[in-house]
C-alpha cells in the first residue's frame, strides 16, 4: 500500500452581495450610461451602504468617476483611496488614462493617490513573479512524482527504475527547498491576496510535499499563517496531519487517505477519533463523514 496526499483547493466563501447592493449597482449603471452621473453616484452609495459599506472594487472605481463627473470631489477621491488602500488597487494605466479624472489631477492629494497605485503596482509584478516561480516548482514536483507512481506500477516498489526516479525527486526536492527558504525568509507566508488563491495552495502544496525534517522547519509559518488567515484550512489540516502521523502515527484532522493494493481507499490512523469532527470545526472545514464520501469510505 502507499499513502494518498490529498489536496482539495477550495476558495474561501466570501459574503455575497444583498440584492439589495446589485439593484442599486444596477441602476447606477444604467443611468451613468446615460450620463445622469449624479443620480448614479447616489446610487453606487445606496449598493455600498446596502452592504455594510463594502463594495466591489469595480464599482468603487465607477462610483469614483461618477463623483468626478459630478464634481464632487472629495467623494471621488473618497472611493479611490477605498480601492487603492484596501484593495490594492494597481491598475495605473486606467487611473492614469481616466478622462473623468482630469478634473481631479490638480488637487493635492492626486498624487499620492497614484504613487499608492504604482506601490500596489510593484507589488503586484513581484508578487506575480513570485507566484511564476511556485507555479514553475509544482509543475516540476507533480511530473516527477507522476512518473514515480508509473514506475511504481510497472516496475514495483523495489525497482531499479524507482529507486533512480527516487533519487530524481530528491534532487527536485532539494532545489525547492533553497528556493523556499529564500521566499519563506524574505516575505514570510504569502496569502492568496498575494499570490492568488492558486499561488497560495501551491506554496502549501510544496511545503506539505518536503522532506519531513524539512516540513517541520516550515511550521512556524504555517501556524503564523493559520492565525492570520493566509492559508487555506485545508491546506493547514494537511500540512499538520503529514507532521502527526510522521511523529506520531497518528494524524490529527483525518485529511490523509491510504490506498490498498485492489486500489480501495482508507482512512490511515488518526488520534481520537470521536473528537476529530470538533477539531476540523475548529479550523474551519468540514465534517470527516462528508470528505470520506469522496473516497466511498463509510466507516472510520
Known amino acids: 500500500m502507499f499513502y494518498l496526499v490529498v489536496y482539495y483547493p477550495l476558495v474561501g466563501h466570501s459574503q455575497a452581495p444583498t440584492t439589495m447592493y446589485e439593484y442599486n449597482v444596477k441602476v447606477a449603471d444604467s443611468l451613468f450610461k446615460g450620463e445622469k452621473f449624479s443620480e448614479a453616484s447616489s446610487f453606487y452609495s445606496k449598493a455600498f451602504q446596502s452592504f455594510g459599506w463594502k463594495g466591489a472594487t469595480y464599482h468603487r472605481f465607477m462610483a469614483a468617476k461618477s463623483w468626478a463627473a459630478s464634481g464632487v470631489i472629495d467623494s471621488a477621491f473618497s472611493n479611490l483611496f477605498n480601492i487603492a488602500e484596501k484593495a490594492y488597487y494597481s491598475d495605473l494605466f486606467a487611473i492614469e488614462n481616466e478622462k473623468l479624472f482630469i478634473n481631479l489631477q490638480n488637487d493635492d492629494r492626486w498624487q499620492k493617490l497614484i504613487d499608492i497605485v504604482k506601490k500596489n503596482l510593484n507589488k503586484k509584478q513581484e508578487m ?63 496569502s492568496a491576496t498575494d499570490i492568488g488563491t492558486d499561488g497560495n495552495i501551491v506554496l502549501s502544496t510544496l511545503v506539505a510535499h518536503a522532506e519531513p525534517r524539512t516540513r517541520e522547519k516550515y511550521l512556524p509559518f504555517v501556524e503564523k499563517a493559520f492565525i492570520e488567515k493566509k492559508i ?23 485529511s490523509q487517505i491510504g490506498v490498498n493494493n485492489d486500489g480501495s481507499y482508507f482512512l490511515l490512523p488518526i488520534q481520537e477519533k470521536k473528537d476529530v469532527n470538533s477539531r476540523r470545526a475548529e479550523v474551519g472545514i468540514e465534517p470527516l463523514e462528508f470528505y470520506l464520501k469522496e473516497f466511498k469510505i463509510t466507516t472510520y
Open 128 to 190: 506575480d513573479s513570485i507566484k511564476g516561480i511556485l507555479l514553475k516548482m509544482l509543475e516540476e514536483d507533480q511530473e516527477v512524482r507522476k512518473q514515480l507512481s508509473e514506475n511504481i506500477s510497472k516496475f514495483g516498489m523495489n525497482s531499479k527504475q524507482n529507486r533512480l526516479k527516487s533519487k530524481t525527486l530528491k534532487k527536485v526536492s532539494k532545489k525547492h527547498i533553497k528556493k523556499l527558504d529564500q521566499i519563506l525568509e524574505k516575505y514570510g507566508w504569502l
Open 232 to 254: 487555506q484550512p485545508q491546506s493547514y489540516a494537511i500540512i499538520k496531519d503529514k507532521h502527526s502521523l510522521w511523529k506520531t502515527g497518528f494524524q490529527i484532522y483525518g
